[in-house]
């Protein structure tokens, strides 16, 4: 099995929440089109003004996806 990358976007301020949970809704929208190997997305709270959103993606499909919804980083993925 490939390695996976788990690609990130930061939400910062009071509505930062709210956002992260919203952008994972067009996250799984992305993978109902394009068909990606994984379908592993989430939100998450860092802190009050902090959260993020996430997607899993095959090595392989790293690259096209983050030229397609430019995260603003990515780390290997691990359970």
């Known amino acids: 099995m490939s390695r996976q990358i788990k690609l990130l976007w930061d939400f910062r301020g009071p509505a930062a929440l709210k956002t992260a949970e919203h ?25 009050d003004m902090h959260s993020i959103a996430f997607m ?11 030229d397609m919804l430019k995260p603003h980083r990515g780390e290997v993925y691990t359970l």
């Open 56 to 66: 899993v993606v095959e090595e392989k499909e790293m690259i096209s996806v983050r």
């Open 23 to 47: 952008h994972e809704k067009h996250l799984k929208e992305f993978i109902a089109m394009e068909n990606t190997a994984l379908n592993i997305t989430g939100f998450k709270e860092i802190n």
